[in-house]
């Protein structure tokens, strides 16, 4: 499981970006910080990822997102 943590900027490179911990498992590659610039946390060694938030993506999870909570909730 993973959850969103930050949405916004990252220095050095163009677009937004989603940054994600992964809860129970080492599924990422690093801790919330990236060159030297804390976005998020710190997690655990390798619980963080940034995503590249393009607008077919964030539709794409949110689509999935909404759907697994209407399963939980129903």
């Known amino acids: 499981a993973a959850c969103p943590v930050y949405v ?5 490179r163009a ?11 080492a599924a990422g590659r690093h801790d919330g910080e990236l060159q030297g610039v804390r976005y998020f ?3 655990q060694p390798n ?3 940034f995503i590249k938030a393009d607008g077919d993506a964030l539709q794409l999870h949110a689509d999935s997102f ?3 909570m209407k399963e939980i909730l129903d």
């Open 8 to 12: 916004g900027e990252v220095d050095g």
């Open 66 to 68: 909404l759907s697994s």
């Open 15 to 25: 677009g937004t970006f989603v940054g994600v911990e992964f809860l129970k498992a």
């Open 41 to 43: 946390g710190p997690t």
């Open 47 to 49: 619980h963080g990822l």
